[in-house]
């Protein structure tokens, strides 16, 4: 008798917890990439300087990245912790290319990339993160679809690319860094497929 007491408090009290989560409450999110697992980055690519500025948010839906569904029936509103999409993506790209060997920086701005051999710009199509709850477990989707464009600046050419990527991931109990972590992932992928289909041709970026 005494467990079943127990239980029933114990199912009460998440019932309580869950019913009382506000409707609607933003929940900030970091976008990016996970710190690198070692402080050691991949040998130099090539002298090229490229400069990543903000992308453009096209997505149908700015004003959320995502929504956590609970169990319980309320929902919390995912939102970017800091600056905006556009730019926190092409922070993200900068610092991936970076760790690839490339000399990239980040810049706010077509007019702050002065000196760069190619400037990469482009648009986020998708990039979203929704939760939802089920009875002992939260499933975890992130999606992105990113055009990149790079303009080379000695010639005026320019190369085009559009990528896309969708993560699942499943936690017994959702944490905010779960969902950081998965769009980090679609990010890295997408990032990975432009840099595998070009190479550098002198100053210059084109596909393979």
Avoid at 52 to 81: A, Y
Avoid at 159 to 171: A, D, F, L, P, R
């Amino acid at each position: 008798m005494k467990q079943m007491a127990w239980g029933a408090m114990l199912l009460g009290s998440l019932v309580w917890v869950g019913g009382c989560a506000g409707k609607g409450e933003a929940v900030p999110m970091n976008v990016g990439l996970t710190p690198a697992t070692t402080s050691t980055s991949s040998a130099p690519v090539s002298s090229v300087k490229v400069v990543v500025i903000p992308f453009q948010d096209d997505r149908s839906d700015r004003t959320k990245l995502g929504t956590r569904h609970s169990l319980w029936g309320s929902d919390q509103v995912f939102t970017v912790k800091s600056g905006t999409i556009g730019e926190a993506t092409a922070k993200a790209f900068a610092d991936y290319l970076t760790r690839k060997g490339w000399r990239a920086q980040y810049a706010a701005s077509a007019s702050q990339a002065g000196g760069a051999d190619v400037v990469i710009s482009g648009k986020i199509l998708e990039l979203s993160a929704d939760a939802h709850g089920v009875v002992g477990s939260t499933d975890i989707t992130a999606k992105n679809k990113l055009t990149v464009q790079a303009a080379n600046q000695a010639d005026g050419s320019s190369i085009t690319s559009t990528n896309s990527h969708t993560g699942n991931y499943t936690v017994f109990w959702y944490a905010p860094e779960d969902g950081e972590e998965l769009v980090s992932e679609v990010l890295e992928r997408n990032f990975e497929k432009f840099m595998s289909s070009t190479k550098f041709d002198g100053a210059a970026l084109r596909f393979r």
